[in-house]
C-alpha cells in the first residue's frame, strides 16, 4: 500500500467570519456603530440598554438607555430622539440634565439640549416589547451623527427601580 500526502484544507474566509461570528458573546452594553454616520467617522455614541419589566402595564417592559457622548466637547450639544413608531413610543423619565426645546415626547421628533457629556432616558413602548428609536447629535442646527438605536428584547426584564 502506498501513500500520498495529502495538503491540508484549507479555511475559506466565508469559514473564518462564520466561525468567529458564532465564538462572539452577546453583550447589552453596545458602543454603537456609525450608522448613518455624517463625519464617517466613529460613533460619538456609546449606549447602555436596560430594559425593566413593568408591573400592570400592559405591555411588560420598558427600556432605558443611558448614552454617553465622546469625543471633542460640543458648543451647543442637543439630542434628538425619534421613535420607530410615533403612536406606540413615548419618552417616559429622563435625566435633569436634558432641558426640553421641541416635540412632543412621542408623536414627533423632540429635541433636548443636553449639559454635559451623558444622559439618560425612559422609552414606553405601547404595543410590543420590540422596537427603536433614532437618536441625532447635533452642534446647535449642525448635524453631527444620525444613530439608530434597536432594542434589545432578548435582555432579562429588571425589577423597576423607579426613578
Do not use: K
Request: with cysteine; proline share 7%; glycine share 6%.
Amino acid at each position: 500500500m502506498t501513500t500520498s500526502d495529502v495538503p491540508a484544507a484549507r479555511a475559506t474566509r466565508r469559514t473564518l467570519v462564520r466561525t468567529a461570528a458564532w465564538a462572539v458573546p452577546a453583550v447589552s452594553v453596545v458602543a454603537a456603530a456609525p450608522a448613518f454616520a455624517v463625519s464617517g467617522g466613529t460613533s460619538r455614541f456609546v449606549v447602555q440598554q436596560t430594559r425593566y419589566l413593568v408591573v400592570g402595564e400592559p405591555v411588560p417592559a420598558e427600556y432605558r438607555l443611558d448614552v454617553t457622548i465622546t469625543g471633542a466637547p460640543i458648543a451647543d450639544a442637543r439630542i434628538v430622539w425619534t421613535p420607530r413608531t410615533p403612536t406606540s413610543q413615548t419618552i417616559g423619565l429622563l435625566s435633569s440634565n436634558l432641558t426640553h426645546v421641541s416635540g412632543d415626547y412621542f408623536s414627533e421628533p423632540t429635541m433636548f439640549i443636553v449639559s454635559g457629556t451623558s444622559f439618560w432616558f425612559t422609552d414606553g413602548l405601547a404595543d410590543s416589547a420590540d422596537g427603536s428609536c433614532t437618536l441625532q447629535l447635533l452642534d446647535g442646527t449642525t448635524l453631527l451623527e444620525t444613530l439608530v438605536v434597536t432594542y434589545d428584547s432578548s435582555l432579562a426584564p429588571q425589577p423597576y427601580p423607579g426613578v
